[in-house]
């Protein structure tokens, strides 16, 4: 486990893939540090990226997924005004508004928005499974851990590969039950180093607010600031 803390990201994720045999997978995230490094460094193993209300994106890194791209953001907020920039650059991204509605870092977004999310998913994902001639598999369902990632894998289909939301409550759970019956889900935690136990959300008069979460994908709070928008990639959100 200790050389495990030492890999990127995107060389564990590698590394989880050969474990488990697969080739390509679908990915959907929210979390730029989640995909990024992927999206850069091993474009060939992504069929398809999916990313729900990210607070913070990186259009450089998604420019040969762009006709393999799902962005789901909704019409309110302080993502708006980036999100129509760096979709200008993005020719044949595929982009689902969620009306009235923020996608804030701490919103439960699924749980919110399942129906409105699970179909635009379903539709998406089925049309890049023709795209990319995506073949079902059927891993034995459970849990376990490879290269320091935790995992959980439900249902059979084409591979689906499942990042934290954030800090999302209820993370994938809403959606998970539609999505494995025509897929092979494989839910992510990031392990010990990603978890918090309470940390402090400045507010915007400066007060803290104490919040619990674990498997979030934010390890710091200056992740959380950048996740929140407040600090953005070049051509990014």
Same mark, same amino acid.
């Given at each position: 486990? !200790?050389? /495990?803390?030492?890999?990127?990201? %995107?060389?564990?994720? $590698?590394? *989880?893939?050969?474990?488990? =045999?697969?080739?390509? &997978?679908?990915?959907?995230?929210?979390?730029?540090?989640?995909?990024?490094?992927?999206?850069?460094?091993?474009?060939?193993?992504?069929?398809?990226?999916?990313?729900?209300?990210?607070?913070?994106?990186?259009?450089?890194?998604?420019?040969?997924?762009?006709?393999?791209?799902?962005?789901? !953001?909704? /019409?309110?907020?302080?993502?708006? %005004?980036?999100?129509? $920039?760096? *979709?200008?650059?993005?020719? =044949?991204?595929?982009? &689902?508004?969620?009306?009235?509605?923020?996608?804030?870092?701490?919103?439960?977004?699924?749980?919110?928005?399942?129906?409105?999310?699970?179909?635009?998913?379903?539709?998406?994902?089925?049309?890049?499974?023709?795209?990319?001639?995506?073949?079902?598999?059927?891993?034995?369902?459970?849990?376990?851990?490879?290269?320091?990632?935790?995992?959980?894998?439900?249902? $059979?289909?084409?591979?689906?590969?499942?990042?934290?939301?954030?800090?999302?409550?209820?993370?994938?759970?809403?959606?998970?039950?539609?999505?494995?019956?025509?897929?092979?889900?494989?839910?992510?935690?990031?392990?010990?180093?990603?978890?918090?136990?309470?940390?402090?959300?400045?507010?915007?008069?400066?007060?803290?607010?104490?919040?619990?979460?674990?498997?979030?994908?934010?390890?710091?709070?200056?992740?959380?600031?950048?996740?929140?928008?407040?600090?953005?990639?070049?051509?990014?959100?």
């Amino acid at each position: 486990m !200790t050389a /495990d803390m030492n890999l990127s990201i %995107e060389q564990r994720v $590698a590394h *989880l893939l050969r474990h488990l =045999g697969l080739a390509q &997978v679908h990915l959907a995230a929210r979390s730029l540090r989640d995909w990024q490094g992927l999206a850069t460094t091993y474009p060939d193993r992504i069929a398809s990226i999916t990313l729900v209300c990210p607070p913070v994106a990186d259009a450089h890194a998604l420019l040969s997924l762009a006709s393999r791209f799902l962005l789901v !953001t909704g /019409d309110r907020g302080p993502v708006v %005004e980036r999100t129509q $920039a760096v *979709l200008a650059e993005l020719a =044949g991204a595929t982009h &689902v508004v969620l009306q009235g509605y923020s996608g804030l870092l701490w919103d439960d977004v699924v749980a919110d928005h399942p129906e409105a999310i699970g179909t635009t998913m379903e539709a998406f994902l089925h049309r890049m499974d023709q795209q990319q001639r995506m073949q079902a598999v059927a891993l034995p369902e459970g849990t376990g851990e490879h290269a320091g990632l935790f995992y959980r894998i439900q249902g $059979a289909g084409p591979p689906l590969l499942l990042f934290p939301l954030g800090l999302a409550r209820s993370q994938w759970e809403p959606l998970i039950r539609l999505l494995a019956t025509d897929y092979c889900t494989i839910t992510l935690e990031m392990g010990d180093e990603h978890e918090i136990i309470t940390f402090s959300l400045l507010g915007p008069n400066g007060a803290g607010a104490s919040t619990a979460a674990k498997g979030t994908g934010v390890d710091s709070e200056a992740d959380l600031l950048v996740m929140m928008g407040d600090e953005a990639s070049s051509g990014g959100f």
